[in-house]
């Protein structure tokens, strides 16, 4: 939140990452800055994105109001119940991973934790999302909030230009179990891990022994 009573809103994608600094920027760091904001102590805010996909957002509080009821519930909310899950995805026969990727129906489920989180739960990304069991959703929720708490706790997935606010790398990367193994063998059942784009134009990898 600004000074003016704005509201700064990040979405920073896959290379957008928001690092303090307590001291000036060094030519390099210059020139991926695309914003830089004084904070109450001093320091500076600045959000980076090498390849500039990421989306800035300035809202006053209308602005904010219309924007928040427009996405879901956050998965690491203790109120994101498997209840609340499953009536947030019902209704509708789009595939399983894109559904939970609509972030009006679930905020902050990227395609990285989409992977990750339909492989532990067991779950083929394609599979219609009225075909889902409770049992399945039971799963896939609890998969979610798994896969996302431990990558916040792993300070996040770099898996090009991500970094930390004090500009580290993030950890999680090195507990992907299927985005980008594809080829590789599944680290449950050693089959071959498949790749494909069909789903939602993005890279989905699976098991499809043990992905149903
Ligand atoms: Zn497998």
Redesign the pocket.
């Known amino acids: 939140r600004l000074s003016s009573g704005h509201r700064l809103i990040v979405q920073p994608r896959m290379t957008g990452s928001l690092v303090v600094y307590d001291r000036a920027l060094t030519r390099d760091e210059a020139k991926y800055a695309v914003l830089t904001c004084t904070i109450d102590d001093g320091r500076l805010l600045v959000y980076r994105d090498v390849r500039r996909l990421g989306t800035l957002w300035l809202l006053d509080e209308r602005g904010w109001g219309d924007y928040t009821r427009r996405i879901g519930p956050e998965p690491l909310e203790e109120t994101f119940t498997p209840f609340v899950f499953a009536e947030r995805l019902k209704g509708t026969r789009a595939a399983i991973k894109k559904a939970i990727m609509d972030q009006r129906r679930v905020a902050g489920v990227g395609n990285i934790y989409a992977n990750e989180a339909l492989f532990e739960a067991g779950i083929d990304p394609s599979k219609a999302t009225n075909k889902l069991s409770l049992d399945e959703f039971a799963r896939l929720h609890a998969a979610v909030t798994g896969v996302l708490e431990r990558a916040v706790q792993s300070s996040g997935t770099t898996v090009r230009d991500y970094r930390t606010g004090t500009g580290e790398e993030g950890r999680f990367q090195f507990e992907l179990k299927v985005y980008g193994r594809g080829g590789a063998p599944?680290v449950?059942?050693?089959?071959k891990l498949v790749t494909t784009h069909a789903i939602d134009l993005r890279a989905t990898t699976f098991?499809s022994?043990?992905q149903r």
């Open positions: 599944c449950t059942c050693g089959k098991c022994k043990c």
